[in-house]
């Protein structure tokens, strides 16, 4: 078990580029999260995948962003034409629907900055 | 939707004192809540949770207490140490699969 990993762990991008975050959830895991967190805030929902099917979008995943997660596995979070309100850090979350550990482990997170 | 609420913001305690964090939330469907401890530059990790048909639960100086009726829930920390300096979120989802619904935080220092 080496935990949920996040690629970039930071990110500094001007604004109108696109940007791509990667995460590994723990091996095995079926669901894989998606949430936000500004300075001083508490993390916001984003979205979330069984297996590869994503069951909800949150109202703040905009036209802009999109998830996917093609095999099941790893996920990626893309924001198109970033703003400087989309700077936060992004954190990503696994668990297994039905195992005896049932809870959300979280990742490090990837911190975007834009400019 | 769901909205948790959380108090204080900050908390300063003395080594070895007691720490209190009160929470509220206004979804009648919210069966689990978790509370996060998060360190700086990591991502929250669970260190307690409480289920709706639970309305206390204890693991050695970690404590939390659910009052279903009243919507109210809160995180007892006994004897504390510095290492539990951290921010701290309380939060609600309907099952422990489901979306979290995380409160603003709460920074505790504990003053060796």
């Known amino acids: 078990d080496t935990g949920v990993s996040q690629d970039p762990r930071h990110k500094i991008t001007k604004r109108g580029q696109n940007v791509t975050f990667r995460c590994d959830p723990i091996s095995e895991h079926n669901r894989l999260y998606w949430y936000r967190q500004t300075l001083g805030q508490g993390p916001e929902f984003l979205t979330y995948f069984q297996n590869e099917a994503q069951l909800e979008k949150s109202r703040l995943l905009s036209d802009r962003f999109s998830a996917e997660r093609p095999k099941g596995s790893f996920s990626t979070l893309e924001i198109q034409r970033t703003e400087q309100g989309d700077s936060a850090m992004y954190l990503c979350?696994?668990?297994?629907?039905?195992?005896?550990?049932?809870?959300?482990?979280f990742g490090p997170g990837t911190r975007l900055t834009v400019t | 939707g769901e909205n948790v609420e959380q108090h204080p913001s900050t908390l300063s305690v003395q080594e070895g004192d007691s720490a209190v964090i009160k929470c509220t939330y206004s979804d009648s469907a919210s069966n689990y809540f978790p509370w996060y401890k998060q360190e700086l530059g990591k991502g929250p990790q669970l260190i307690i949770d409480?289920?709706?048909?639970?309305g206390e639960k204890k693991d050695q100086r970690i404590a939390v207490t659910l009052n279903k009726t009243a919507k109210h829930f809160s995180l007892h920390i006994t004897e504390t140490q510095p290492e539990d300096s951290a921010v701290y979120f309380c939060a609600a989802s309907e099952t422990s699969y489901d979306k979290v619904i995380f409160g603003p935080g709460t920074s505790l220092s504990v003053i060796p």
């Open positions: 409480i289920r709706s048909n639970v």
């Open positions: 979350a696994s668990s297994l629907v039905g195992g005896p550990r049932y809870e959300q482990y």
